[in-house]
């Protein structure tokens, strides 16, 4: 033995008398000390992130709780969830065992649904809104449970491709000042118009849409498209939306400064009907965000996934797009997860 193992050895016992030379897996009182403490602290972390998980099933009934547990076994011990939840090892592995048969048979079911719902929305929606809308129809389930079936076969929503913002808005001398300044919300119907365009690319060449929005319900009141990006292409969006829709005097309209919506065609009938014009700040693609939105989701939801061979086949699918898909069918988080027609619906009934 090396005479400073033996050096080494005597300090050691000198120090620590029995507890020295622990060996076979021991460690000094110490280090035995700080290893309880940092299983404690991990335990209660444990804690923490099952208990941020659990709020919404803390109080549910068993089967419940042991849905969640089985859902987050593979990222929480059973034993840290069994606390939380004030449940048993032997009643959740009960439970395992016999509910499992039935449970599969439940998710088979929930998986055939998830599918239905998922062709309905054109392959747009992610799990929030299926599970919203299997909720509305009467099913049981979590937002987790349905993005971990989605998930197990391959059921996706359609990729998010980079959208390029169009809106290029040259300095207008006669710009109306901006009233809306970034603050998108009405409190009834026809109280603040958005509108902007952008351009749809075809074999035959560039096809370009003007829109009106509704901020209160996120409609689409009116929309207009043509080969050309003109004021009469404004001026027929414009007219769409007063022919489908009943204003009152001081409506406010808000877009871009662009020379189309300064023009006097615009401005004339916007003071016909008693409206106020609203425009944003000179690229500042933030001012009008709502209708960028709304082109967004045109584009990464229609268009980026069409070849369209003509114009008119462009205009036939953005028609059905914004009349069918968007204005009544297609589930907005921002309004609770209903249609914007469906939204106008129940503020009328509710007032």
């Known amino acids: 033995v090396d005479p400073n193992t033996i050096s080494n050895w005597k300090r050691e016992f000198g120090s620590h008398g029995g507890n020295a030379f622990p060996g076979n897996g021991r460690l000094m009182p110490q280090d035995e000390e700080l290893r309880r403490l940092h299983r404690e602290v991990a335990t209660l972390r444990e804690e923490v992130q099952v208990l941020k998980k659990s709020d919404r099933v803390l109080h549910q009934t068993r089967e419940v709780r042991y849905r969640f547990m089985d859902d987050h076994r593979n990222e929480f011990r059973v034993t840290t969830m069994c606390r939380v939840l004030q449940l048993t090892r032997s009643s959740y592995h009960y439970w395992r065992r016999h509910a499992s048969s039935s449970y599969r048979q439940r998710n088979v079911r929930l998986v055939q649904e998830i599918g239905r719902v998922h062709q309905a929305s054109r392959g747009t929606y992610g799990s929030p809104r ?135 065609t615009v401005r004339t009938t916007l003071a016909a009907h008693k409206m106020v014009q609203s ?67 129940q503020s009328n009934i509710n007032h």
């Open 130 to 264: 299926i599970a919203q809308t299997l909720r509305a129809s009467g099913f049981v389930c979590t937002t987790k449970r349905v993005a971990k079936l989605m998930q197990e076969h391959n059921i996706r929503a359609k990729t998010k491709k980079r959208f390029k913002i169009t809106t290029d808005s040259t300095r207008t001398t006669n710009a109306s000042p901006n009233l809306v300044k970034q603050k998108f919300h009405a409190e009834r119907p026809n109280q603040l118009w958005t509108s902007d365009m952008t351009y749809i690319w075809t074999l035959e060449g560039w096809l370009y849409l003007a829109v009106v929005l509704d901020v209160y319900g996120r409609r689409i009141v009116g929309y207009a498209m043509s080969h050309r990006i003109d004021t009469a292409l404004v001026a027929q969006a414009l007219q769409c939306a007063l022919t489908h829709r009943t204003i009152a005097p001081g409506l406010v309209f808000h877009s871009d400064c662009g020379s189309q919506y300064a023009s006097d």
């Open 279 to 345: 425009m944003s700040g000179t690229g500042n693609c933030y001012d009008n965000a709502i209708t960028e939105t709304f082109f967004h989701k045109l584009k990464t939801e229609l268009i980026y996934w069409e070849r369209f061979e003509t114009r008119d086949e462009a205009r036939s699918k953005i028609f059905e797009y914004i009349e069918v898909f968007y204005n009544r069918q297609r589930l907005h988080s921002s309004l609770g997860y209903l249609t914007p027609v469906g939204f106008e619906q």
